[in-house]
């Protein structure tokens, strides 16, 4: 595996799922393969459970991991072409990517979306210069447009959880304080479109996902209609798409409650933390026997190893 941006850099996902459990149930099995090599896992933007589960992942591998947290402790980078450097970023990605590429063998990126300008967080101009000036297999640890090990992660809690053959999941949007990016639903879109599963996404207005990732999805504004009869309830706030990048709905009728949760089939709670009790979902609801969210975390760090364990049999 080149790089792990999207659902099919996984290969055939059924064979994916399978690997992904043997890998649960065997965590230390294919601890030979990461004997002297490193990944560098670069953070431009806060994080807990993919720092930490990428860490373990690679651990787990017999790998070494190495974190940089830029804007923390490196330099302030400068991402923009052709910018006179006179601000307060020391150095150009330009230098920094392939000096990490040269340090490591796989290297990990968390980049958000800007939110400013789409085609720049559409065309993922961050993590391409990532793949073209480092030379190394690049992981999407949440992009400006996808979060490919989250969605990996989600889907393996569906496959553990699931009663029947073709579940029904539903994608809903719900408010937040602040503007959020758009990869976890993108993402998440993305990959349940690709499993055995019936996908509806519910939103307001100006939120429509972009078709790439949407696909076959049924789209249904009206939340209540979309919840009725659902299995799995994967709740998730994005900033509007239409305009690009604001928050222009704050209505509380979208916060997951128990009224919500009632007129599904028993469904689970699902949601990528960190969450906004009470803001995205009531504590009634996420503290529920229903609710997935500590397996779902837990499940990262077995997406993390099934990516990291494909790109390391490809160097052997
Ligand atoms: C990020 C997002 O993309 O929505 C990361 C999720 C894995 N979430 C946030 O930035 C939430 C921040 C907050 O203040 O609630």
Same mark, same amino acid.
């Given at each position: 595996?080149?790089?792990?941006?999207?659902?099919?850099?996984?290969?055939?996902?059924?064979?994916?799922?399978?690997?992904?459990?043997?890998?649960?149930?065997?965590?230390?099995? #294919?601890?030979?393969?990461?004997?002297?090599?490193?990944?560098?896992?670069?953070?431009?933007?806060?994080?807990?459970?993919?720092?930490?589960? !990428?860490?373990?992942?690679?651990?787990?591998?017999?790998?070494?991991?190495?974190?940089?947290?830029?804007?923390?402790?490196?330099?302030?980078?400068?991402?923009?072409?052709?910018?006179?450097?006179?601000?307060?970023?020391?150095?150009?990605?330009?230098?920094?990517?392939?000096?990490?590429?040269?340090?490591?063998?796989?290297?990990?990126?968390?980049?958000?979306?800007?939110?400013?300008?789409?085609?720049?967080?559409?065309?993922?101009?961050?993590?391409?210069?990532?793949?073209?000036? !480092?030379?190394?297999?690049?992981?999407?640890?949440?992009?400006?447009?996808?979060?490919?090990?989250?969605?990996?992660?989600?889907?393996?809690?569906?496959?553990?959880?699931?009663?029947?053959?073709?579940?029904?999941?539903?994608?809903?949007?719900?408010?937040?304080?602040?503007?959020?990016?758009?990869?976890?639903?993108?993402?998440?879109?993305?990959?349940?479109?690709?499993?055995?599963?019936?996908?509806?996404?519910?939103?307001?207005?100006?939120?429509?996902?972009?078709?790439?990732?949407?696909?076959?999805?049924?789209?249904?504004?009206?939340?209540?209609?979309?919840?009725?009869?659902?299995?799995?309830?994967?709740?998730?706030? #994005?900033?509007?798409?239409?305009?690009?990048?604001?928050?222009?709905?704050?209505?509380?009728? #979208?916060?997951?409650?128990?009224?919500?949760?009632?007129?599904?089939?028993?469904?689970?709670?699902?949601?990528?933390?960190?969450?906004?009790?009470?803001?995205?979902?009531?504590?009634?609801?996420?503290?529920?026997?229903?609710?997935?969210?500590?397996?779902?975390?837990?499940?990262?760090?077995?997406?993390?190893?099934?990516?990291?364990?494909?790109?390391?049999?490809?160097?052997?």
């Amino acid at each position: 595996m080149k790089s792990f941006f999207h659902v099919q850099d996984i290969g055939d996902l059924g064979a994916a799922l399978k690997e992904a459990l043997e890998v649960k149930a065997n965590p230390f099995g #294919w601890k030979h393969l990461g004997a002297n090599r490193t990944i560098v896992l670069v953070f431009f933007n806060n994080s807990l459970r993919t720092r930490l589960s !990428s860490q373990k992942a690679a651990l787990n591998l017999g790998m070494n991991p190495i974190v940089l947290n830029v804007n923390g402790d490196s330099w302030k980078l400068e991402t923009g072409m052709g910018v006179v450097m006179d601000s307060d970023k020391s150095e150009h990605l330009r230098e920094a990517i392939p000096v990490i590429g040269s340090y490591c063998d796989i290297i990990g990126v968390r980049s958000f979306a800007g939110l400013k300008d789409m085609e720049f967080d559409y065309n993922e101009t961050i993590l391409k210069q990532f793949i073209e000036y !480092s030379g190394k297999p690049v992981i999407s640890l949440e992009s400006a447009t996808v979060h490919p090990c989250q969605a990996f992660a989600d889907l393996i809690t569906i496959e553990e959880h699931r009663t029947n053959k073709r579940p029904k999941v539903v994608l809903s949007w719900a408010p937040h304080p602040k503007c959020l990016p758009q990869a976890v639903p993108n993402s998440f879109a993305e990959w349940m479109n690709a499993a055995d599963v019936d996908l509806v996404i519910t939103h307001p207005e100006g939120y429509e996902l972009d078709p790439r990732f949407a696909g076959n999805a049924n789209i249904e504004y009206d939340q209540m209609k979309a919840l009725e009869g659902a299995d799995f309830v994967y709740a998730k706030n #994005w900033s509007s798409t239409k305009p690009y990048g604001r928050n222009i709905c704050r209505d509380s009728s #979208w916060t997951i409650d128990k009224a919500h949760m009632d007129v599904t089939d028993n469904a689970f709670f699902m949601h990528c933390l960190p969450v906004r009790r009470n803001v995205i979902v009531t504590d009634e609801v996420i503290d529920s026997p229903r609710s997935l969210v500590i397996p779902e975390a837990a499940n990262r760090v077995v997406s993390a190893q099934v990516v990291m364990k494909h790109m390391l049999e490809d160097m052997q």
